[in-house]
């Protein structure tokens, strides 16, 4: 089997964590060789770059925070997806394009065709299937507060968790394909039983 490369979108806990292991735990009952990775943060720069955009302190520009993604990213696959994708091991990685899309576009308000743009010309994969965990803002960041410390993304006002959530719907519907969403403000059990049947219908395609 080819190797497929799978990602995990949502707004600010949304579940995408608590699913991981219901996923891994169907590739290895497959014998299906696989990594787990992150954006930001998967790339060889990526720890320290994934400091700076969830820093709270950090003070920058929508476009530079869109750069700074775009080039932790750029490196992430030429480092990390593609070399094992090629190896023949799947590649789950929690956020990838989307997030730009969503966070930058929706939530920052950039022009999403530049956007598009660059994504076109740094050559990006797309997903063989994207999970977008899907579930209102309020609930979203009442789970965040509970968390306790708040990143520089998850302490943004309810409207720019609003606009992402938003962005993130709109890709979806016009990516039926390769985007399926998880309803995740159901019970977790329930939710982690969605998601085993979205992997099962995907390996059964």
Do not use: C
């Amino acid at each position: 089997m080819i190797a497929k490369f799978i990602t995990l979108e949502g707004i600010e806990g949304s579940g995408k964590t608590s699913s991981l292991k219901g996923i891994t735990d169907l590739l290895d009952k497959k014998d299906i060789s696989y990594i787990v990775t992150r954006e930001p943060g998967g790339s060889s720069i990526g720890k320290e770059l994934r400091a700076i955009l969830l820093d709270p302190d950090t003070k920058i520009s929508p476009e530079v925070e869109l750069m700074l993604m775009l080039s932790d990213r750029k490196d992430h696959v030429e480092k990390t997806i593609l070399p094992n994708l090629e190896k023949g091991n799947w590649v789950i990685s929690d956020r990838f394009m989307d997030s730009s899309f969503a966070y930058q576009g929706g939530g920052r308000q950039l022009d999403k065709n530049l956007i598009i743009s660059f994504a076109e010309y740094l050559n990006f994969p797309l997903p063989d299937l994207t999970l977008l965990f899907d579930l209102p803002a309020e609930i979203s960041l009442s789970r965040v507060m509970a968390r306790g410390k708040l990143d520089r993304f998850e302490k943004e006002e309810l409207e720019f968790h609003n606009r992402i959530r938003k962005a993130y719907l709109d890709i979806a519907i016009n990516n039926t394909d390769r985007i399926k969403v998880i309803d995740s403000s159901q019970k977790l059990e329930t939710m982690l039983n969605n998601v085993e049947k979205v992997i099962e219908d995907f390996f059964n395609e």
